[in-house]
């Protein structure tokens, strides 16, 4: 154990002064320029001397040796302090490495994940194009059917599933639209925490860097000079528990963005996915519609055709009825003239010879009858006549349904159906093309 130093007492040390008879004080009178001492005097300030340059070298020594233990235990305590915090700062690289890689990694798969949803925001923004070619599609057809002239201006079936086909549409672009803006969001969000990581990243590698060269720094380094202000803290400094809570909750925020990032883009797939579904089922839905309704028309214009076919030859049979009933009348005159004259030749006959004979009532009779017979066929001809009339204002009626007929199919098939061919494919309907 090293003694502790301590000051050595002073002596003190009584010198006689002379003041006797033989003293020399005074002497100065007889010619000598200084006092001269005694002989004791002379030897107690030899001693004084000696005592003094021992207790100076002692004091001396108990200093070297002093200053040489110090110098030992300073120089120890330096390089104990300086390994320990060589090693904290290694310590520190560590753990600043680690969060820099996991920053790194966050910052590549926030990269990755917003690349992929930006991907999926293109997706959405396709699809809502190619919706815009059905839903023209499906106002057209609408508007060619009001074209459709009576009595085959109806609701039916098909104009049913078109509105429904109007109002999917107009919602699925609602729905489009909508999650493009979450996307945006989305992406946006994904964005700044990557910044954000980004930033923090680029902070732990400079500070690595700084504290890497820190690392290497020893006493044979030539780029070392004193700071002298540079030991002490900053007020804004942070302590190692909110420096890491920092940069967790930078990475917690950046995986829940990551994750709800990779939850829309499932959430987008799906509603793709739905939306080309729907859209392909409801455009079969109307195109069947279409089919039925055609094949309805095709089977009305048929079965009109042949009623007219029959109409025009009922009309022509009626034609030649009327001829007939209108020659039989002609025919009937001949014979009422005949019989008519001979009652009219007989009534002149004289005196008695006017006589209500049998040939009288014969003739008689015969008049009646051909009367009855003309009243009958000018009955029957107004009849057939009215007939014919009839049979003409149906035949009239027969082709102009016919003619509503072929523009009811000249509009479905010709106009709607053809134009629906150009429907957008799946793949388009679900963003891929």
Known sequence: MAVPACELPQKV???ARNVGACSSSGLATAGFRSAKYLADEWSQNCYARYHQAFADRNQSERRRH??????AKTQALARCSQEDATRKAGARLQDTHGWKSELQRE???????SDLLLAQKQRLARALDATS???SIATDNLQCRERRQHPDLVRDCVE????KEAELIRNIQELLKRTIMQAVNQIRLNREQKETCEMDWSDKVEAYNIDQACAHY???STDVQFHPYSAKFEESASTPETWARFTQENLCRAERERRASANLRVLIDCILRDVAEDLRLQCDAVNLAFGRRCEELEDTRHKLQNHLHKTLREI?????NVAALRQAIKDKEAPLKVAQTRLYQRSHRPNVEL???AAQFRLMSEVEELNMSLTALKEKLLEAEQSLRNLEDTRMDLEKDLAVKANSLFIDRQKCMTHRTHYPTILQLAGYQ
């Open 13 to 15: 040390y009584d010198v």
């Open 66 to 71: 002093e200053s040489h233990q110090l110098a």
């Open 107 to 113: 910052v590549g798969e926030l990269g990755t994940e």
């Open 133 to 135: 070619v059905p839903f």
């Open 160 to 163: 049913t599933e078109l509105l």
């Open 218 to 220: 020893h006493n044979q």
């Open 316 to 320: 022509t049979e009626q034609e030649h």
């Open 355 to 357: 006589c209500r004979d």
